[in-house]
């Protein structure tokens, strides 16, 4: 079975490329190593990834149609996993543009491709952001999600419109998957866990917003990477229930579905920094904010459809994922404390 999986270079695609590869899989790995953080990163993950003899890799924008449509030609590729997106709440706030030209653009010619090419099936990275407004927790996929708080989190709502159109029209399974959170080794720099940590090593401030009064749904990336490995050869099936009179959010009468990652544990985002203290054995110098702009206080996913399709849930807890990030980090840096 050929994969494609977009976003090879980034954090959760880079993770999952190497556990597709070591149950056997061919992995087509396409990322545009673009610089919104340290492409150093990115290249590292790609030298990982490399000596793989199932693995090759494209470099290009998936907004490049062109480009887009060779690899889909030069290939006969049977799943998706689109993963490539401009990430990131606060970054939407100063450049929005990229976020229509990526998330949106570049979401059309994923699709499109996967209609031309009869693809079994196409996973795609949605978010827990697409929750805004609502505040009733835990969040579950059967909720109405019309109140985005940011462009971001408007993208990815209208992944899942677009995704739902490709279902209904052309009989293509898709999968949403609501990431909650992801943390682990080789994680992002613009995440809280890789800045708190960085700071906390040079005696830097960290920056801890809505005075702390903050509480995420911390999830493991091999968690992460766990779930989507287990809905591989599990396309979306019509919702044989399914009604308009009392139309269910999360699932359809066309082959397509919704599902939330999460760990299912909330952490009070100052119990999360202890735990980075006492790994590190350094106490932050803290640097109390108010509630920045497109965040919203509080995420908590709710996964009984996730643990039902595939008998798993995330599991890792906040000590075990954070000292494992913590001596990924130290070794990646060289860093000795």
Same mark, same amino acid.
């Given at each position: 079975?050929?994969?494609?999986? $977009? ?32 492409? $150093? ?257 509080? $995420? ?38």
């Amino acid at each position: 079975m050929k994969v494609l999986i $977009t976003g090879s270079s980034g954090f959760i695609g880079f993770h999952l490329s190497k556990k597709l590869l070591s149950m056997g899989y061919e992995v087509i790995g396409f990322d545009d190593m673009n610089d919104y953080y340290e492409t $150093t990163l990115k290249e590292a993950r790609l030298e990982k990834l490399k000596p793989y003899k199932r693995f090759t890799f494209y470099r290009a924008d998936l907004v490049d149609r062109k480009k887009v449509e060779s690899v889909f030609q030069e290939n006969q590729i049977d799943i998706v996993v689109n993963l490539a997106a401009q990430a990131g709440v606060r970054y939407s706030l100063e450049n929005p543009y990229v976020y229509i030209d990526s998330n949106i653009v570049g979401f059309i010619n994923v699709l499109e491709m996967c209609r031309q090419h009869h693809v079994k099936q196409l996973i795609y990275a949605s978010s827990s952001s697409v929750y805004g407004a609502n505040t009733t927790l835990p969040f579950s996929v059967h909720d109405t999600v019309d109140h985005p708080l940011s462009l971001y989190a408007a993208t990815k709502k209208a992944n899942e419109l677009m995704a739902h159109t490709y279902s209904s029209l052309y009989n293509l399974p898709t999968t949403g998957l609501r990431f909650f959170t992801v943390y682990g080794p080789w994680g992002r720099p613009d995440m809280a866990l890789f800045k708190f940590t960085k700071n906390i090593i040079e005696g830097q401030p960290i920056d801890i917003f809505n005075n702390g009064k903050m509480m995420r749904d911390f999830t493991y990336v091999d968690d992460i990477v766990e779930s989507i490995s287990r809905l591989i050869d599990k396309p979306a099936e019509p919702n044989p229930n399914w009604s308009g009179e009392n139309p269910d959010p999360g699932t359809s009468y066309a082959p397509y579905k919704v599902y939330n990652i999460g760990n299912s544990s909330p952490v009070y985002l100052m119990d999360f920094i202890s735990a980075i203290e006492e790994k590190l054995g350094k106490v932050a110098v803290k640097n109390f904010m108010p509630m920045q702009e497109g965040d919203v206080p509080a $995420t908590y996913a709710n996964v009984d459809d996730l643990f039902q399709e595939v008998g798993f849930k995330p599991k890792t807890s906040i000590k075990d994922g954070v000292d494992k990030f913590v001596d990924w980090y130290l070794e990646y840096y060289q860093i000795k404390l």
